[in-house]
């Protein structure tokens, strides 16, 4: 059977893991101090204290056990250039209508966030950017209407 496997940008699978660690940090001692103060307030089956802190304890676990399994099977993508946008890239295009220029990055769907303008390759945006060049123009159908943009550059 074929393994799955999730690609990530190297600061995507840091983002993770970071994550995992703090959470780990947090059920380990944070919830089970708030756990061990509730229990100390007598009858758990009235204690609404000692239930919230367990159910955040089920989430937390539940959370950390997403990313342990999300980390075992990623693969962090390398070997990025600047000839052709790929996964990891980051890329400067320029809106031909409005002068506008904006620089976005190629991320996995596991890392986009577009307030942060980390965009999914699997996105109509990200789909017609892979695999295009510096200097070629795109057209991206939005709400508002199609808009054209031009790539004046790719950083790894």
């Known amino acids: 059977m074929k393994k799955e496997v999730i690609y990530l940008t190297k600061e ?4 993770l893991k970071t994550e995992l660690d703090n959470l780990k940090q947090k059920l380990m001692f944070e919830i089970a101090e708030r756990i061990k103060e ?5 009858d758990l089956s009235e204690n609404s204290e000692y239930q919230e802190a367990k ?20 693969e962090v993508i390398e070997g990025l250039d600047t000839n052709v946008i790929n ?13 506008e220029e904006k620089t976005i990055q190629i991320v996995t ?10 965009i999914s390759f699997e996105s109509p945006i990200g789909r017609i950017l892979v695999g295009k060049k510096v200097g070629e123009v795109v057209k991206i159908k939005a ?11 790719i950083k790894v």
């Open 143 to 153: 709400p508002k209407g199609v808009f054209k943009y031009q790539i004046l550059g």
């Open 87 to 99: 996964i990891g890239n980051w890329v400067i295009i320029k809106n031909l209508e409005t002068g």
């Open 55 to 74: 159910n955040e304890q089920g989430r937390i676990a539940a959370r950390i056990n997403e990313l342990e399994n999300m980390l075992s099977k990623a």
């Open 12 to 15: 995507g699978y840091e983002k």
């Open 109 to 118: 769907p596991h890392e986009a966030d577009v307030f942060n303008n980390k």
């Open 38 to 42: 509730a229990r100390e307030l007598g």
